[in-house]
């Protein structure tokens, strides 16, 4: 097995062995950007490591002394040459991109001897001492897991009694001292020194890096994001450029166009004598990119002309980082950028505009779930006007409204979040350990840090709304308080974060729903256009199908009747019927069901006119309908004119030991027909009415929870015996079918039998899931979590469906309904229909459409079209 790959013997394509920053360093080295040289060791390497109890084997050892031997003699530099001395930085770098979650060293190859070698070299001994100060730092962190705080309290107290601010104000000879003290740091941690042999150095390091595939942040970071824990990382060692070395040095990240709004301009941050950490850790506060075209007029242009030419090559926006040693500039890095869901859909679309991209590529380049923060609401603009504000400069780092509490700590977020409670995360800045707090809040506001800093590039990712670099505001994370110019406020106070001006603001703000843009718009009308299966609403409120037509839904995919009966006097009506004590009552409840069933249907028809309405019959739990408590018994046995003690008796009566597996669903309609056939009555009539002033009517009845044959066909042949009835004392057609929802797994082993009666499938993804596995979805949430984290399940498969039997079980019956019927029609309208990775199963095993709740409709339409794409291109 080959292990290590140089920088020119790799290329893109190969991200799954040398990981995304690899791949894309031996990309940039073929297309002749000026990247510093290196090798890459592969995420095979890393697998070997890990199964190997995180040993280094000899055999990738010698290896590497091999690569290095082939460095050396590339960059003309050697490890403790006094005349050329090479020193490297080791990165992680898996296959998609994980900022911040994994491990870097710099300056490695720095020992008490080459730390003077490099001051003469150099003839600069404050740069020398800077490097061997920051190799010493991050070296105990990442490798011995050393706590940062025995070295920043060292820093802090040497530039508090030399009375300075920043790092590069302290001198050749504080910087020494602080050296010296740093490496006590390791004989009182550790019982041994900092190692100087470089090998060993490189040896360590190598290993903290594969072994940082595994720590906590790197983890949480892949759950979230839904990487898979089988990657590993790969390790990239690259000669190290300098931009500490001197006024006329710098470092810097930038973005080929602005991430969060998405302007054709570059946007980024940069800092002169600095090394890459300190523009991301928010240690200073970093120069505009911008400051660049006259701080270095040259080197600007040599960026845009590179920037240029690696969108166009990518065809992507670019997230990169650049270091100037002495005036001379090097590319470390190049990735796909992260970027806001605002930004996402103008970028696609002038990438198109610009000719980079196909409509078919831009869509491609969406993340499908960032669509939910275009949605997200903003604040009131009158609301604000009365507003209280704390602060007007912070950093307008990632956009969005949020309200919630104070918390200065991630656990405290998460903890509070767990409760219920929203919550507002603030901190001086961010790290990468605090992900999972990051998460659980609403907003992050940070006091430190810029635009790219940590809080920033996560938040945008997350689509978290972000205020940044805050620096009027004084946070005292001990004592759990934040104060601001016009007083001081304790954690729980309640603060509203707008990420898209950096303003914060006294307690809770009125919000408002951002709406659409005509960016949005085009990106939308192409994910229709290239889609071929189509994407419904499960709705039956008239704001809800409202919400959905806007979103040019294909039609109603689930109107779930049960939901129409909560209201107070229709839940009278659905408690007489099923608390009757003889037929004629029981028919007196059925008239009044009937009749504002009908009006509920008429409304939904008018608004959907031509398009497909799918009605499921009554389908909720019988436990649902039935007073529980003392109080409410004795209230309902006012209302349908009862005595209270019969009652009680009648209820304990119908009570079920497992209501989502007892008196419901078809089993309603086959004990109580009558409910059935009146809700179809309700259906027909009200479809007659709509067609009757001139539209078109697509009306589906659903029979849900079949799991027999003989269940089926005995209520399809009383309802429509009914329907045709009423349709020829009208004298009048109607456009009607009877389809069947299955939601166990005994219905799709026999869906060829249901497919003799069933006019269309609908899959129930909920029901289907908690009878495959035998999890109820009220109570898994329980154990659910710590499967996941065991990697007992992949991800819950309540939001993404289980490819290993559910996805299987709806193939099977997919299949076997089609054998009868090839042009059955066949959906889902379960939850995981609005879930983008659910989406490609449905799309491979062919379903005709997917249905979701209104508000994700974009986000489903996207997921289609990408997959449609993505299956065209194979």
Known sequence: MRRIYAFNEGHADMKDLLGGKGANLAEMTHLGLPVPQGFTITTQACLEFLESNNTLLDELKEEISLAVAQLE???????????????????????????????????????????????????????????????????????????????????????????????????????????????????????????????????????????????HRAIVYRKLNHIPDDLGTAVNIQEMVFGNMSENSGTGVLFTRNP??????????????????????????????????????????????????????????????????????????TRNGKRTAQAAVKIAVDLVQEGILTPQQALLTIDCQSLNTLLHPAFDPSSLEQASLISSMGLPASPGAATGEIVFTADRA????????????????????????????????????????????????????????????????????????????????????????????????????????????????????????????????????????????????????????????????????????????????????RHFQTEDFSNIFD??????????????????????SHHEIQQVAQDLHLDADELFDRVQAMKEVNPMMGHRGCRMGMTHPGLYIAQSEAIIRAAIKTAQAGHEVKAEIMIPLVSTQGELKSLKEKIKEHLDQILNQEKISVDYMIGVMIETPRACFIADKLAEDACFFSFGTNDLTQLSFGYSRDDAGKFLNQYMDQGILEHDPFQTIDTSAVKELIALATQKGRSIKDQLKVGVCGELGGDPKSIESFHEIGLSYVSCSPYRVPIAQLAVAQSSIRHQEK
């Not at 730390?115 to 490798?143: G, H, I, S």
């Not at 508090?160 to 302290?170: C, V």
């Not at 898209?500 to 843009?517: C, D, H």
């Open 73 to 215: 003699d590339k960059t003309g530099k050697k490890f403790n040459d006094a005349k050329n001395l090479l020193l490297v930085s080791v990165r992680s770098g898996a296959k998609f991109s994980m900022p911040g979650m994994m491990d870097t060293i710099l300056n490695l190859g720095l020992n008490d001897q080459n730390v003077e070698k490099l001051a003469k070299l150099t003839n600069n001994q404050r740069f020398a001492y800077d490097c061997y100060r920051r190799l010493l730092q991050m070296f105990a962190n990442v490798v011995y897991e050393i706590d940062m705080k025995h070295f920043d309290r060292i820093l802090e107290q040497k530039k508090k009694e030399k009375h300075i601010q920043y790092d590069y104000d302290l001198s050749a000879d504080d910087l020494q001292s602080i050296i010296i003290d740093y490496k006590k740091v390791y004989q009182q941690e550790l019982g041994f020194e900092f190692p100087q042999n470089v090998f060993d150095q490189i040896h360590e390091a190598v290993k903290a890096v594969f072994k940082s595939w595994n720590n």
């Open 414 to 593: 998460k903890e509070l979040a767990d409760q219920g409670h929203s919550v507002i995360l603030v901190r001086h800045e961010t790290s990468p350990e605090d992900i999972v707090g990051m998460h659980s809040s609403k907003a992050i506001v940070t006091s430190q840090g810029g635009m790219t800093s940590h809080a920033a590039v996560v938040a945008r990712g997350m689509g978290k709304c972000c205020v940044a670099g805050c620096n009027e505001l004084e946070i005292n994370e001990d004592k759990k308080t934040l104060t601001y110019p016009g007083g001081q406020l304790n954690e729980g106070d309640i603060i509203s974060a707008d990420g898209s001006t950096g303003k914060l603001y006294l307690g809770e703000i009125k919000t408002i729903a951002t709406g659409k843009n005509d960016y949005f718009d085009q990106v939308m009308e192409w994910a229709r256009q290239y889609a071929d299966m189509e994407v419904r609403m499960n709705a039956e409120t008239v704001n809800d199908i409202k919400t959905g037509l806007q979103f040019k839904a294909n039609g109603i995919g689930l109107v779930r009747t049960e939901h129409m009966f909560f209201e107070a006097q229709r839940l009278i009506a659905i408690r007489q019927f099923l608390l009757a004590k003889d037929e004629p009552a029981r028919q007196t409840a059925l008239e009044t069901i």
């Open 607 to 628: 608004l959907m006119q031509d398009k497909a309405v799918v009605i499921r019959l009554l389908d909720a739990p019988l436990h649902e309908f039935l007073p529980h």
């Open 260 to 333: 969060a709004n998405g302007e054709a301009n570059l946007y980024g941050e940069y800092l002169t004598n600095a090394q890459g950490e300190d523009v991301v850790a928010g240690i200073r506060t970093p120069a505009s990119i911008n400051r660049l075209k006259d701080q270095f007029p040259s080197i600007y242009q040599e960026i845009l002309q590179y920037t240029q030419k690696l969108e166009k090559h990518y065809h992507d926006m670019q997230d990169m980082e650049f270091t100037i040693e002495n005036g001379r500039l090097f590319i470390l890095q």
